[in-house]
Every structure is written in structure tokens, then in C-alpha cells.
């Protein structure tokens, strides 16, 4: 829109238009008459002018269209969370809409979070096209397919007017297709003129990272293709995207014919199909197209020798994926099952698995099947808050409850939980008194702020997670039973990778695909050895140190992760003591994993040993020159090594003095 900052202006424009009294004056300014129109389109749309909250699909229709989105989520989320980390302090939310206005994801500061749901019901799975909400960032950017401001008073419906937004669309490869909306509100009084090139850049991200998606689908779906003409020379193939259109058919007129058709939907009964099998991201498991193989026209005569019969094209594996969570061992799979009908079931359930085992992935996807995923999801680490803290944490605070705390007040995770999840990780962790106060709410749902005498009801459903046996800390005194019987209403543990051998492989492939596409290259495969490799080491850290391992190497592997890209314990096997075998009290993580600095470390010292130059290097990690030079000092990385024995001066400067 015209993003005035002229308020008064244009909040007597509204009200003169709502009241019927637009007149020639009102409209002496192209501005003006452009909102005159989009209101007035609003009003023939039917939209209520004093409506107060988001319309919100029901849960069934927000699953269907969020399964059906789940590409966009997974491209896109990692980069708002990452842009939405360095605006913490902006008052203002990231918020992500699929191609028909619903809200996907939100992120950001959580107060305007908290004030968005509740002061508008801005919240997942609210619908925000025009016809829905009248005036708005994310609808009026879809019905424009262009990057639009909407300040203030310039909304349609007066409850928004406390809002202002920049609402960019996401464009497919076409430039015209608008897969989604990135949307950044802030509250009407904090608007920021940089607001609007934010929300173009974020949407430009994602419209990069969907693009390259797009084109290892397209170059997976034609190895398809081609595996499937190899053995079936003497046939017709057709491969089709997601949407049946083809894409490729072999070279015959009949089937350049029959292709043609298809693409203008007037298949005709003559056309007729032998088989069609669809074809599937192996990370996702996502449908990213199929392979038709056609019926030979009457009359045709082929004998086929047996040995020519090939085997089925992308034949599905035996896995299971519950939202992120993937396995094909049968006891996890089972376990997946019963966490389905868990979920359903809105029983407080405790999770019990070594660390890096997927209890949060596992948490997360429980709250998205039950009847709570409209509402909040939070998750809490409680190893993390120190033991003063911890009350009002968990039961917020009154004005003045205690010197340094916010003078208005705050709520606590139970209240910011409110008809949804509390994920209480690391739940074996709380101190004795928080025990007794979390026992206390567990059974009668009451509790006090602090600093109050008034007592409010907790409404979240609790899911608790653990890495220690809680059996031996309760023998130790360490841990209330009571409390553990009112955690495990439901108990399910996750085995340890190293009792998964077949998941080490397809979590390995599968981690090199997301973390190609989070990295911007291509997806790497992964050699006989290094499957070898992955497979005798224990893998103590379980999936996340996997993850972590296959992130260095996807760094630094030219398009195939071989032995010589896998962290160097690995490559011992985990047989110098450190890492080997299962550690029987299920260690802290930070016992087990390898440190997050040497993490860093190995990530740029693959980058440097695959692009030897440090301004490169930088770039392909989002990192300034000084900052990375600073790294190399504080993770004593001497650069040299790695850069050949010809670094190009021209390329890096020697690094600043410090
Ligand atoms: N089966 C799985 N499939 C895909 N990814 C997985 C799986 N298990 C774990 N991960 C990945 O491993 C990482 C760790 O998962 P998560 O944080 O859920 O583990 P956790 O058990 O909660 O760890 P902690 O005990 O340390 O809190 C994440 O990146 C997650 O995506």
C-alpha cells in the first residue's frame, strides 16, 4: 500500500468511508483512491469491519493443508528462525503463510507473539487472504503478487489497526506462482521503514532454496525416468511432477502424442496405462512425481525374456516417519504407532531415550496430531534455569513481586502453554522444591503467580523427557515417585541409535539430503566405506552427533561423502575410549557429545579444506572476513594448513590486527 504515515489522516479517511461519507475530497490523492479501492473491494467481499480475531480453519483442514505444504515448511523455517534469532529484540514477528493465506509459522519476539494471538488471534492455522481478513500484509501481498506495506489505519478491519505489516510473496521458478507469504508485523508505533526490504530478502532466501529443491527433485524424478527406459526399451514412459503434468516422455511420436495430452488433461481411453509409480523424496518421503510406463497399443507383440524383467522403479522402503522422525527398525516403528493414538489420546506422556535420540522431534509431532496443535507449543529445558528463577519462571510474576523483574508483570510457561503443549525436557533435572510445585499442579491444575494470591488453572498438556534412569534417582532420593507416576500416565523409551543399525544408513542419507539443501549444495551420496565407517562407530550422541557428523562432512564432500569426510572419531570406530560403547547412566550430553566448539571447528575446517580460500569460505557461511579470521584465533585453526601451498593474496587480505 502507500505505508502514509499520515495516521490521523487516513484513520478519518476510514472512518468517513465506514459512516458512508466518501466524498470527491477524500479522493484527491492516488494514495487515497488506492485504499478507497481496496477497501471498497473488502466491503463487496462480505468482510466484517469489526471483526476481532483471525478466522481459524478447523484442525482437520489446517493438518491437510500443512501436510500439503511440507516442502515450504522445511525450506523455509530454518531461515526465518535464523533471521528471527538476530531480531529478538525488535518488537515485531516472522510469519510464514502458504499459498492460500493460512499461517504456517511464527516466530519472534514472544511478547508481540503473546499479543498477536490474543489481541487478534494471529496465531497458526489462521486464515488471512482478503476475502478472510480484509485489508492485510499477508492477504493483500497474495491478491497483489508484489511486496506490500500495510501501516496502521491503513487496514481494513479496525482491530488490526494496531498492527503495522511487510508482507513479501515467495515465487516459484516461474516468477509468477506464489508459494507462500513471508510476513514481518510489528506493532503499529514500532513499524520500521526497513521493515518491508526485511520481508523481500527472507522471501528471496527461501524462493532460492525452493528453486534448488525443485531441481534435485526434477534431476531424481529423471534418474527415475531414465532407470526405467533402460529396462523397458521397447515401451513408452512418461515422467509426470506432482501435479501429473509430464515432464519428460521417451522419444516415439505416439508418445510425444500422448504426452501432449496429458498435459491438456484430454488423455484419451486409448492412452492406457501398464503402471504408475510415484516417486519419493528420500529425506521427506514427500511425492516429488511419478513414473508412467504405458500399455502397448493393440496389436503390439513383445516377448520379454525373464531375465529383462526389472525390478520395481523407487520400490517404498519400510519406514516409518512420524512428522521428522524416521526409522525403519520395527520396535521404534511400533513404538510410533502407539504414539499416533498417544497423541489422540491427551494423557501427560514421558519420553525416555539417551540424549540426541529425537525425544523433542517426538514431543513436537505428539502436540501437532492432538487437538491442541491450534494452540501453543512450548518447550522447556529445565537443566537450563537456575533453581531462583525457577518458580517464577514456570508460574510467572506480579508487578513487584521482586526487584529487577519486569515492573508489568509476567506470565509463566503454564500460562504461555495455555491450551496447548509443555515440553518439559530434561524434567529428571528439577530441583526438589520445583518438584513439590510441579507435583501441586499436576494434580489439581492450580497454581499462583508469584507474588499473587490468585489462583488460575493450568490447561497444557505436560510431555516430560529424560535421559537418566529416574528408577535410580528416586531410590536415590533424587526424584518425587509421586510426581514420576503423574509424568508417565503414558512411558515410552527410544532405543539408542546403536541398537538401530539400519537407521544409521537412512539417517545418514537422509541428513545429507536436508543439510545439502540447507547448505546450498547438492546433496551428496555416501560410499560403501563411509557406510562402513558410520556403521561400526557407537555413536554415543545418537542421531544429533550423526547429524552433526554428516553436516561436516556434506561441507566437506565434492558431491560424495567418502571416509575422508567423516569427523576423525568416527574413523577410529569410538575405539579410544572416549566415545565407545553405551554409557550405562546415560550421560549429559555434554559428557558424550563432542563440543559444540569442536563442532565449529570441524565445520570450517572441511569448508577450508574443500574451497581453500578464506574469503570464500565466509561467504558460504554467512560469516564477515574479520569474524571468520576471529574464529580461527579463538578455535586455533591455523588457516595456512589448509589453504595449499599458493594461497591467493588478492583474494584474502592478511586478517585484521588485533
Ligand atoms: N529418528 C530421527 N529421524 C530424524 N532426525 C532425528 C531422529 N532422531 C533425532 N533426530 C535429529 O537429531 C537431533 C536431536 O534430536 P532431539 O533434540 O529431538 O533429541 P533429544 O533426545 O531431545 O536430545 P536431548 O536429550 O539432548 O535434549 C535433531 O536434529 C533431530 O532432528
Redesign the pocket.
Known sequence: MGFSKDLRGVRQLWERFNAGLVDVEACRTPYHRLLLDEWRRCTALGVDVAMSRGRRLDDAAFRQRREAEQLLLETSVPIVQDVAHYLQDVPGIMILAERTGTVLHITGNPRVRERAAAHSGIVVGSEWTEGAAGTNGMGTALSMGRPVHVFATEHFCERWHAWSCAAAPIFDTDGRTVLGIIDFTTVESDFRDQALGLAVSVANSIQARMALHRELERRRLLSSFSETVRHYPHDDVLALDPLGRPVMHTPSERCRQIAERWRHGSADAADRVQSRTEVRAPGTGACIGSIVLLARPAGYQKVFRPDERPPPVAAAEPVTRFG????GDAETRRMLEDLRRIAAADVNLLII?E???????LARHVHACSRRSHEPYLAVNCGAISAELMESSFFGYVKGAFSGADPRGRAGYFESARGGTLFL?EVGELPAAMQAALLRVLEDGSFQRVGSCETRTATCRIIA?T?RDLGQLIAQGRFRQDLYFRLKVVQRTIKPLRERPG?IRL?AE?FAQSLGLKHGVAAPTLTPDAHAALARYPWPG???EL?NAIEVATLAADGCIDTGCLPPEVLRGGSDGATAGPDPALAR?AESLASLREIERQIIVGMLRKYRQVSVVAQRLGLARSTLYRKFAELDIRQAEFLGSAPDPAADEPPPQR
Open positions: 521428522e522422525f524416521a526409522t531415550g540424549t540426541g535420540t529425537g525425544k523433542e522431534l525436557d523427557a535421559h537407521d539417517l537422509q545418537n542421531a544429533r547429524r550430553p
